[in-house]
């Protein structure tokens, strides 16, 4: 039986990681698209992204790695049942009980290493991540720039654009600004190159202009203003802005420490995820099983159909406690009890024979 058991638990470590790393790989590929474009805007310097994908990880890992622990239980099981090897197996008097302690320690391993990812790597590389995104928030769209393409910025108050960057990034070539700030009249300036500077007492960045020309008002009205300049500074932001942090950027014992519904909402979230990797796996095992002549795949929609349920009904109840609709202590633990009771009915109805 150790054999079997071997044989099982290779199998179905191989199904994870080959599950997990597709669903990375579609994940941070759809996130990497999203932060290119982002960059393109000016909202991100383009050598950030990576950093930026690199911090969201444990946030990914977190969730993708007990829907593929699920996944992987459905498939491989899936595949003994169909092509008849769990006869083979049950014949040697091994039922869904000995199954359950095959998988009980390598479950235990990716139930570890999620905790590991949901109680101290999310918080934390979330926390650096909103540090590194206010740092970049405080950089002017000076630093953002792209040569060659407008930036917008406050929605639509300001328009940024340069022909060319130096090569060490400090000075603009052929610089457009326009601003328009409600019933203001319209500013636009043009100016052979630019600089950054950074006020030291208030931290207010400027933009300083030489050899250019500041245009105000409306064309044609008697009021329009032609200014020629050999140096000129625009302000462009009005002081270091702050950005505060969200919840879950908060470490598991200051979640523990603060005790408001929030905060509790979140911790009982992260300590759910764990759970989810045994309970989950539980559920998978019970549906896992096929009918003759079925095939391997027979019973993945209602196991992933029963995995997408126990998820939300946890969402919603986080929501709940977070919302004060629900005891912190009452509300995310039900869930787990009522899918445990629901994996351990579908567990005893798969051990039973099997209907043509």
């Not at 039986?1 to 199998?11: D, G, K, P, S």
């Not at 928030?137 to 108050?157: A, K």
Request: with cysteine.
């Amino acid at each position: 039986m150790a054999v079997a058991a071997r044989y099982i638990n290779r199998e179905l470590i191989l199904v994870l990681v080959s599950v997990t790393a597709v669903l990375l790989t579609v994940t941070v590929g759809g996130r990497f698209i999203s932060y290119l474009q982002d960059a393109a805007l000016g909202k991100y310097a383009a050598d950030s992204i990576i950093r930026i994908l690199y911090l969201r990880l444990p946030g990914f890992l977190q969730l993708l790695l007990p829907f593929g622990w699920s996944l992987a239980i459905l498939l491989t099981l899936g595949r003994l049942h169909a092509e008849s090897e769990f006869v083979v197996l049950r014949g040697g008097g091994v039922g869904p009980g000995r199954v359950l302690r095959w998988l009980l320690m390598p479950a235990m391993v990716v139930a570890v290493l999620v905790g590991c990812f949901s109680l101290l790597l999310a918080p934390d590389f979330d926390r650096r991540l909103t540090e590194f995104l206010a740092e970049e928030q405080e950089n002017s769209e000076f630093s953002l720039l792209t040569p060659g393409i407008f930036h917008i910025y406050f929605r639509g108050q300001r328009v940024t654009y340069a022909d060319a960057i130096s090569e060490t990034g400090d000075s603009l070539e052929g610089v457009f600004l326009a601003e328009l700030k409600g019933d203001s009249a319209p500013m636009t300036v043009r100016a052979e190159t630019g600089e950054q500077r950074v006020d030291p007492v208030t931290g207010t960045r400027y933009l300083v202009l030489t050899n250019g020309h500041r245009y105000l008002g409306r064309a044609g009205h008697p009021d329009y203003q032609v200014v020629s300049f050999g140096r000129l500074q625009q302000r462009l932001e009005e002081g270091t802005r702050t950005r505060e942090p969200g919840i879950e950027t908060i470490s598991t014992a200051e979640l523990r420490n603060r005790g408001d519904a929030e905060s509790m909402a979140e911790l009982h979230f992260r300590l759910a995820l764990p759970l989810v990797v045994l309970i989950g796996g539980l559920v998978s095992v019970g549906v896992a099983r096929t009918k003759p002549r079925d095939g391997r795949f027979a019973r993945l929609v209602p196991g992933l159909g029963l995995f997408v349920a126990y998820y939300a009904a946890i969402i919603f109840n986080r929501n709940a406690i977070s919302d004060g609709l629900l005891p912190a202590a009452f509300g995310i633990w039900l869930v787990h009890g009522a899918f445990l009771a629901i994996g351990w009915l579908l567990l005893r109805a798969s051990n039973q024979p099997a209907r043509v």
